[in-house]
């Protein structure tokens, strides 16, 4: 681990001097049968000389990049490592030849022509083919930065040389036409952006700003990140650029434009994929400002630049994120790094170096003026600052791991074993590249393999800056490896009452909600409940989803529920009031017939209709058991069955009532002797010939009926908003009304021929009885036409019921109660005169007291012969 146990122990054992000069340049470059290039941000130019270059000269790097050398370092450590081992290249000796790139394109083009030059010379000859061209390097590892990838790697891929970048990260760069020779130890920008994108969703903030710098990394990255986060839902309240800082550009430039736009979209959270030179000069101008703190969400790039942490007052600028690649600790790393900056101070050692000054270093300069230049206070200033392997671990062993791919795959090419590999001789970059492509190689215990894209897949760790003076520290709180992993418990969040901010341009919506989009961003929108009959399926709908029809659901639900088929049921409160009913007409009915069956020879039932009569009665009770077919379950056979076997036993009754209307009215209204005629057909077995067209007339409608216009079993899923209806629906009122013809005739015709006719007096007044149940009739069903259109329809079958029972229980009470009362209470009255309508001398004889007819008519039996003579004229 480097800090300050190596500086303190560099002064006292080296002695160093303020000012002091090392001979690090010159470490730069090893001879060996195999060479790699090396690019390193070595260096840093100055901006003034960069923007007012008008000739092409030489650039000159003044400042050192601490990052730079260690990264350099690793490069050496690694080929150093492979001469002294003899698992990967037995008996081969490897070369390096490391140049600055001082992080600019113009500075990186002149070290990338020498590593093309012809080998043992400067120049680039033109040729048709370069399939035997030998370059001076076999294979480049760097550069550091996607800027400077774009421009070399079209540059080596042109020449097939295989170029290995430890920290270029664009997606740009996978793409195998443009870059053929292009390879790189770090995920591409899409895997980093598809954690952050995971991220995001993990704590639900799906409204913020999105900042880039203005320049190919952060404008692809932004490019990127637009579509992974519209695709997952997240809204981009503000999208912009970051300008990159310039000498004689204004101080503030648009700084103030992107950090207004962002504090006026009222995000928390702000997704900062740009450069750490462009985030310095945002965070320096927001401290500055004193603008509200955000939640920062970091790119790699700018994760751990010292630039960053060791800014003034960094704390001011809120939370800070960021996903940072998994590398693996080389623990021998700082020992050799201080091996190689004591030798640098080792006058002896320098000298030996000066003697075996390359011809390079005549043609190009000095490969890193700057790093012979480091004083005490330099050095103990960059060894201090952030160089803890937790924050640079990783690129240091992208280095490392980029130096072993190509060792390896120079293994492979040369068919090395155990011992030994094939004559070294001459070896085109082409060649060694068909090694690279989908290579599996191993660095220390992790094994890597390039992709068909050219990346490796590694694991990244979600750091937070923790804020320790005088710098912040990178505490690991999760990991992404496809799926993301949190540890909430490592977390630390400016407010522990709050705990994680909201960054939301809606609350979320409650339970059976649904969002109404308002604007133009999908995350903004207003929450509406979802009705009864519909609910919401997941908690992104836009729209409620509709139920099924056989489903229910009440309003603001998440689920819909079964529908219950819902009837009128043998347990309901109006049915079991119904057949209460019922049984008391039915009792009634049956007590009567019974009562009627025991005086069947009684001048009263004989006069009521003897055996029609108990027909009467029987179809009266038929009609009463009829009701049991209307509650319950309903099914196609009961939907059938239900008015014809209504209707029919009602129509026997009422043909039989008929009979008596007509008895009533002859009596009445036609001469003695017609009416005596008539009496005795109507009596006789005659009667039945009545009785049966009538019952055969209701059949006959009834057929009619159910082949015209049959009722049908339906189930209704509108009428009841929980449960589905279940029952018989008619055709018509037409078709409903064709049962009721013969009825209602029968029962016209008896009120008509009953409602004037004069009873003789000390007769029964049998007439008075008809009218009654008739008007009973009437009302009955004239009422139960409105009922059954106004009452809901489940309870349609209960009217039905009830109309059946008053309808029965009017003709009982009207027509047949009154005879068993004087059957049972007044027997007296039980004789021919009263009933039969006898003859004037009996009837005398009875008033005047006597008795004695009586008795006789009833051990004799009523004299039932009509008269003998013809109908008086």
């Not at 001879?31 to 390193?40: D, K, W």
């Not at 404008?219 to 839902?233: D, H, K, T, V």
């Not at 001011?316 to 640098?344: D, I, K, M, N, W």
């Not at 004037?756 to 036409?785: D, E, K, S």
Request: net charge neutral.
């Amino acid at each position: 681990m480097l800090g300050p146990v190596l500086s303190l122990s560099l002064a006292a054992s080296l002695g160093l001097r303020t000012g002091a000069s090392f001979c690090l340049s010159q470490q730069l470059r090893a001879q060996g049968e195999y060479v790699l290039g090396g690019l390193f941000p070595l260096g840093l130019a100055e901006e003034a000389s960069l923007h007012h270059r008008i000739r092409p000269n030489g650039i000159v790097c003044t400042r050192l990049s601490s990052l730079g050398l260690f990264l350099a370092m690793a490069m050496k450590m690694a080929v150093e490592e492979i001469n002294n081992g003899s698992a990967l290249l037995p008996g081969v000796h490897l070369g390096y030849d490391l140049y600055d790139t001082c992080s600019e394109p113009v500075v990186t083009i002149k070290p990338s022509l020498m590593f093309l030059a012809k080998a043992g010379s400067y120049r680039i000859a033109a040729y048709c083919n370069y399939t035997k061209y030998q370059p001076r390097v076999l294979a480049v590892i760097g550069p550091h930065t996607s800027e400077l990838a774009l421009i070399t790697g079209k540059f080596f891929s042109f020449f097939l040389m295989p170029q290995v970048s430890y920290s270029a990260s664009m997606d740009r760069l996978s793409d195998r036409e443009t870059f053929p020779a292009f390879f790189r130890t770090v995920p591409s920008d899409r895997t980093q952006l598809e954690a952050i994108v995971a991220l995001l969703q993990r704590f639900r903030w799906n409204w913020v700003a999105a900042l880039g710098s203005n320049d190919d990394y952060g404008r692809e990255g932004l490019s990127i990140f637009s579509g992974l986060a519209n695709a997952q839902g997240i809204c981009i309240a503000h999208e912009g650029l970051v300008p990159l800082p310039h000498v004689d550009s204004q101080p503030l430039g648009k700084l103030p434009d992107v950090l207004h736009q962002v504090n006026q979209s009222k995000v928390e959270v702000v997704v900062l994929f740009a450069s750490a030179r462009a985030v310095h000069s945002l965070f320096s101008y927001s401290i500055y400002h004193r603008l509200s703190p955000k939640v920062w969400v970091a790119s790699e790039a700018w994760l751990t630049s010292d630039l960053l942490l060791s800014l003034p007052n960094i704390a001011q600028v809120g939370t800070v994120l960021g996903f940072l690649q998994r590398g693996t600790l080389l623990p021998e790393f700082s020992h050799y790094v201080e091996t190689r900056l004591a030798l640098a101070a080792d006058p002896a050692f320098c000298a030996s170096l000066n003697a075996e000054q390359d011809q390079e270093e005549r043609v190009m300069g000095p490969r890193c003026p700057q790093c012979d230049h480091i004083t005490l206070r330099n050095l103990s200033s960059w060894l201090l600052q952030n160089l803890s392997a937790g924050q640079l671990h990783h690129q240091i062993f992208a280095t490392y791991a980029a130096v072993h791919s190509v060792a390896q795959a120079l293994h492979t090419a040369l068919r090395c074993n155990a011992s030994s590999c094939a004559a070294p001789g001459q070896l085109q970059p082409w060649q060694l590249l068909k090694n690279m492509y989908n290579l599996s190689f191993q660095a220390r215990e992790l094994v890597l393999q390039f992709n068909d894209k050219g990346s490796v897949e590694v694991e990244y760790d979600l750091k937070m800056w923790v804020w320790q003076s005088p710098t912040p520290v990178l505490l690991t709180v999760g990991t992404f490896n496809g799926s993301l992993s949190l540890q909430p418990s490592q977390m630390r969040w400016p407010s522990k009452e709050v705990g994680v901010p909201v960054s939301r341009c809606s609350r979320q919506c409650e339970e059976g909600q649904v969002r109404r989009v308002k604007g133009f961003h999908s995350c903004c929108y207003d929450c509406i409940d979802c009705k009864a009959g519909s609910y919401r399926q997941s908690p992104d709908d836009l729209t409620c989803t509709p139920c099924e029809q056989d489903q229910w659901s009440p309003g603001r639900s998440t689920r819909c529920f079964p529908r219950r088929p819902r009837f009128l049921a043998w347990g309901e409160p109006a049915v079991l009031l119904l057949l209460l009913l019922l049984s008391l007409v039915l009792g009634l009915a049956l007590a009567a017939l019974g009562l009627f069956l025991c005086h069947r020879a009684s001048p009263l039932v004989r006069a009521s209709g003897g055996p029609l009569a108990c027909f009467g009665l029987a179809c009266l009770s038929l009609f009463c058991l009829s009701v049991l077919l209307f509650p319950g379950r309903p099914g196609p056979t009961s939907c059938v069955a239900q008015q014809p076997l209504a209707h029919l036993p009602l129509t026997g009754c009422l043909s039989t009532l008929f009979l008596q209307a007509a008895e009533a009215f002859a009596e009445s209204e036609l001469p003695p002797s017609w009416a005596a005629w008539l009496r005795g057909h109507l009596r006789g077995p005659w009667a039945w010939l009545l009785v049966l067209p009538a019952v055969l007339a209701e059949a006959a409608l009834c057929a009619w009926y159910l082949a015209a216009s049959p009722p049908r079993l339906v189930t209704d899923w509108q009428v009841l908003p929980t449960e589905a209806l279940v029952h018989c629906q008619m055709h018509s009122w037409a078709s409903l009304g064709l049962v009721h013809v013969t009825n209602a005739a029968l029962a016209f015709l008896c009120f008509l021929g009953t409602f004037l006719v004069q009873t003789r007096p000390g007769c029964y007044n049998r007439a008075r009885g008809l009218t009654f149940a008739m008007l009973v009739y009437f009302i009955t069903w004239v009422l139960f036409v409105p009922l059954l259109a106004n009452v809901p329809v489940i309870y349609q079958p209960a009217v039905q019921m009830g109309a059946i029972l008053f309808c029965a229980l009017g003709i009982l009470a009207n027509f047949y109660l009154p005879k068993c009362y004087l059957l049972l209470w007044q027997p007296n009255l039980n004789t021919p005169e009263f009933f039969l309508g006898g003859s004037p001398r009996a009837t005398a004889d009875e008033s005047s007291g006597s008795g004695r007819g009586a008795l006789e008519d009833t051990t004799r039996g009523p004299d039932l012969t009509p008269p003998t003579q013809g109908p008086q004229p």
